[in-house]
């Protein structure tokens, strides 16, 4: 693989690879919450997720999660594996090597990218892609600047673009939008620079592309309506009559009261893992088609236990604090299908 350097990122070009349809085109997002090895990483702050940390984190526990994870993909793909999948909390490279070279994910034949953000616990994003069914072309990651000179570091963006089997090209964004933990409007602005930053290389995609395909998938921290993706991203509501050059939330149509969602706080879910695609995923246009009601969030029983603080269900997650329950993550899934037009 070549590797490029540019005064905004970094890029890779990557070695042609031989594509085979495959049905249906299955893209998944999941926010694993907290993908850690168990060695020390002397320049992130991991120490909590060390055998003698905080929590208590020991292999057995680390495979366990990986297996977990095989579980949760190959109940996404059903029949099939997504033959995309964004992943977000993920701690390094060496992880994913774990996830899909040793673990049972490793006959679903993935192959991984992930990025090296300076985020100071040490977690990033990554997309798992079968080559088959996607070959690589370009990568790239974006480091957000905040306006706020004192905020600390968050995950870079990642760009991936890659050709599928009718020839077309999809440019992915796969992001971990800066969290909530000082409460919702004192972390908003960070947000907003996230999402301002991924609206401009949105743009530079619609000005360089002449049919752009563009999927953006994450965990952003915020709901469809707020201001940093109604707004600064500006992905707006489908209405019927999509334009190629603008974004759209596929998770607007979804409960806004706190009924639905994919993570839930204080007894309300929010929709904070979400798809935005270019109008040109929705038109059935380019040769690729979002297919129609396939995005959805995935609430397997499996996933899902008894909220006896709030009542009804919540995620079942792997950890609360240093109690290890021994469950998959604090978000649900999310995924999709897409339509790949074979040319005649």
């Known amino acids: 693989m070549k590797r490029l350097l540019c005064s905004c990122c970094i890029c890779w070009l990557a070695s042609a690879t031989l594509l085979f349809p495959q049905e249906p085109f299955r893209v998944m997002f999941y926010n694993v919450e907290n993908l850690f090895d168990t060695q020390n990483d002397s320049l992130k702050e991991d120490e909590q997720f060390l055998p003698e940390g905080f929590m208590h984190w020991r292999p057995y526990k680390y495979w366990e999660k990986l297996r977990n994870l095989t579980r949760v993909i190959t109940a996404v793909g059903e029949m099939h594996s997504p033959a995309l999948i964004g992943l977000c909390e993920v701690e390094n490279d060496s992880v994913l090597f774990d996830l899909t070279k040793r673990s049972p994910l490793r006959a679903q034949g993935y192959e991984y990218l992930v990025t090296d953000s300076p985020d100071e616990r040490g977690i990033d994003v990554a997309l798992l892609y079968q080559p088959h069914q996607f070959r690589l072309l370009e990568r790239c990651e974006y480091e957000i600047n905040f306006r706020q000179r004192d905020r600390r570091p968050t995950r870079n963006i990642l760009h991936v673009a890659g050709e599928v089997i009718n020839g077309k090209i999809i440019d992915l964004f796969i992001c971990h939008f800066p969290s909530r933990s000082e409460g919702r409007e004192v972390s908003e602005p960070a947000r907003i620079d ?62 806004s009261k706190g009924e639905k969602g994919t993570y839930k706080y204080q007894g309300r879910w929010e929709i904070f893992d979400q798809f935005i695609v270019s109008g040109n995923l929705l038109t059935g246009d380019g040769g690729i088609t979002v297919k129609k009601n396939s995005a959805e969030i995935f609430s397997a029983p499996f996933l899902l236990e008894e909220d006896k603080r709030y009542y009804g269900m919540k995620p079942f997650r792997t950890s609360q604090g240093p109690r290890y329950l021994g469950g998959f993550s604090d978000h649900l899934p999310i995924r999709m299908d897409l339509i790949i037009h074979l040319q005649e």
């Open 194 to 255: 996230a999402a301002a930053l991924l609206r401009r290389k949105c743009d530079s995609i619609f000005n360089s592309r002449e049919s752009a395909h563009i999927l953006i998938m994450g965990d952003f921290n915020d709901n469809p309506e707020e201001k940093s993706l109604s707004q600064v991203l500006a992905a707006k509501r489908s209405d019927g009559s999509p334009q190629h050059d603008e974004l759209y939330n596929l998770f607007y149509s979804f409960d």
